[in-house]
């Protein structure tokens, strides 16, 4: 029961969310809530370990000028001056910025090596923006074959809990995706105030729809929520973000599954190469269960040997010096030098990190672009391949 109401149907979920309050990005002129030292280390120390699986970036052939904006957890932020403008413009181009709640602020221009090099570069840039589009054209017959089969589209529902910024701006592209490939989106919004019994029956609400196909919640959850209970909640069939401990468990067993979209994406860069994997020493660098484990899985699955690096490993440079294929997923600012790389490998950079206002990548990319053969440029590489492997995924999902 919410409100007092039972939930009959997804009907009854979305026509409540159209009746609340309409999230507002922070506005301009608005005065920053500027948090104090004790705030800003319990915010940090509640970084929850699961985060949004499908973070979009900013176009790489545009440089805005964006201020930057330290956000409540660990994710990127990029706030520009005329906000609702430049998200506009961003959206236009298929992108989305990062907008985080504001509390404090610098400015930069973002951009990037891979918008104007000042260097020369010996790597192949693997395009992830071109690669996505093609994937999408692909999705967009499929969900069409979908409909026509069974007269109805394929369904993706996005449980979205509080006034985030940032997670609202998420949502929007992921709805933004399904209307590009034909996916009917149900989108759930609740307030911060929605408790975990009230989650706890909207997830099954969307369990038993037989319009949703798919179901994410949108990460981080407030607080007070349980993830891990919810994540648990969603039917394994339907959890198109591939964290439910099933799939996981089928994919460490070598079972066909729902995988995770960011590796699953970054499997498809790294084939988009054309390079035979078998036989290939791939290393990545982070052990976490939304990339590094996972991406470990299938690399393993493609017949590479697979070295699984992490905090506590010992000389790193030697395990990296030996890839064929590095996948760089720490969250660390230019953590990966042209040193640590092997002549000719293929370097996947998976990071989106925030340093001193600016945007950077796990890797170097004027140093690694020196030596690697293949490497994926931040933004334009892995971030826009996550949102079409959850649109893969829906349409998966649908046709079992
Ligand atoms: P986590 O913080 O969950 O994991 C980071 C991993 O890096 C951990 O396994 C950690 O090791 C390892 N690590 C940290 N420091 C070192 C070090 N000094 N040497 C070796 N390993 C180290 O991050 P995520 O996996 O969630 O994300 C990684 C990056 O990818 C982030 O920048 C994130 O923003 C980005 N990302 C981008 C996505 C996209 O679509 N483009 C999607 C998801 C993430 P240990 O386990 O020992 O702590």
Do not use: W
């Amino acid at each position: 029961m919410i409100g007092g109401q039972f939930i009959h149907s997804i009907k009854d979920l979305i026509g409540e969310s159209k009746e609340k309050k309409k999230v507002e990005l922070p506005k301009e002129d608005e005065q920053p809530h500027i948090p104090t030292k004790q705030e800003e280390k319990k915010q940090i120390n509640t970084v929850p370990k699961i985060r949004d699986s499908s973070p979009s970036i900013l176009n790489d052939t545009v440089a805005f000028d964006c201020v930057l904006v330290e956000g409540k957890r660990d994710q990127d932020i990029a706030l520009p001056h005329t906000e609702m403008q430049q998200q506009k413009k961003a959206e236009d181009l298929g992108e989305s910025l990062l907008v985080r709640p504001i509390l404090n602020t610098t400015q930069t221009t973002i951009s990037h090596a891979s918008q104007t090099p000042s260097f020369k570069s010996q790597s192949q840039i693997i395009d992830g923006k071109a690669l996505s589009t093609k994937i999408r054209e692909q999705l967009a017959k499929q969900a069409e074959k979908f409909e026509k089969k069974n007269k109805r589209k394929v369904g993706l529902a996005v449980v979205i809990i509080g006034d985030d910024p940032a997670s609202h701006v998420y949502v929007k592209n992921k709805i933004k995706a399904c209307e590009e490939i034909g996916i009917k989106s149900y989108v759930v919004k609740r307030d911060i105030n929605t408790t975990q019994d009230q989650l706890v029956e909207i997830i099954q609400t969307l369990n038993e729809s037989d319009e949703v196909d798919g179901i994410i919640t949108q990460l981080p959850l407030p607080r007070h929520l349980n993830e891990a209970e919810i994540l648990e909640l969603i039917d394994s069939r339907k959890d198109v973000d591939g964290f439910h401990v099933e799939n996981a468990g089928k994919l460490f067993t070598g079972q066909d599954s729902l995988r995770p979209c960011t590796p699953a994406g970054i499997i498809e860069l790294i084939k988009s190469t054309k390079k035979r994997l078998e036989g290939k020493h791939a290393v990545i660098i982070g052990r976490s269960n939304i990339v590094g484990k996972p991406i470990a899985m299938m690399l393993l699955e493609e017949n590479c040997t697979v070295t699984i690096c992490h905090s506590r490993t010992k000389n790193l440079a030697r395990h990296t010096k030996r890839a064929d294929i590095l996948v760089a997923a720490i969250g660390k600012k230019e953590f990966v030098t042209g040193d640590m790389i092997k002549n000719g490998a293929i370097v996947i950079d998976v990071g989106i990190n925030r340093h001193e206002g600016k945007l950077h990548d796990d890797v170097n990319f004027e140093q690694a672009s020196k030596v690697a053969s293949h490497i994926t440029p931040v933004p334009g590489g892995v971030g826009p391949m996550t949102i079409t492997m959850l649109m893969a995924n829906s349409i998966k999902a649908a046709s079992k």
